[in-house]
């Protein structure tokens, strides 16, 4: 899951990133509003958490521009005041939910684990595919009965490869939602930690779950 933190103030926008990077998601910071709205509407993003208050372009205003530009990312809005208006404002150019500074990172977090699901069919922190089992919440993954503890990155991979079950989830998605670094030299790394995540789901187990799409990627077959 790739995040964009739209965030001046420093202080602010080094917890959240560290606190995410720890959850395995990768994230984006922009620290004016012209680098946010461009990077809004040029990457692919999971969700964006936008601050309201910027030295440059207003939150509102970055809010409007982004779904004019026909992004549906979900929006989760960081007002300094508990202003009803700035909410009902956030709200109406388009962001999804709020959040008053200052907050503590398990209801951040809860928040943006909500938004991500927000458009999925069941909304549950669990999800499901065959006989494996991946609960969000605790990130306790399962394969029937057999835990199974995988790596931070090993996790988010999975956790990606579920949300797209049953389709080709392709290198350049997974450099661009599960790893930060540059496509091109990720090459081998994909494979080794594909062939990681393997190996822990199929201990004792028969079937073969992620198949390889020769050439462009990967699927996970439910
Ligand atoms: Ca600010």
Known sequence: MRVLVIEDEKRIANFIERGLKEEAYVVDVASNGVDGLFQATNVTYDLI????MLPDLNGIDICREVRRAK??????ILTARD???????????GADDYLTKP??????????RALL???RAVKTTTLRIGDIELDQLTRKVKR???????????????????LHANQVVT????????WHEDFDSLTNIFDVY?????????EGFDDQLIQSVRGVGYVLQG
Do not use: C, W
């Open 49 to 52: 958490v936008l601050d309201l």
């Open 71 to 76: 992004v549906n990312t979900p929006i989760l």
């Open 83 to 93: 202003s009803v208006q700035d909410k009902v404002r956030g709200l109406d150019s």
């Open 103 to 112: 907050f503590s990172f398990d209801e951040f977090l809860a928040r943006v």
């Open 117 to 119: 699901r927000k458009n």
């Open 144 to 162: 029937g009965d057999t835990e199974i503890h995988l790596a931070n990155k090993e996790y988010a991979l999975l956790e990606y490869l579920m």
């Open 171 to 178: 290198r350049t998605m997974i450099s661009e939602h599960v």
């Open 194 to 202: 594909i062939h990681r995540l393997r190996k822990k789901l199929n």
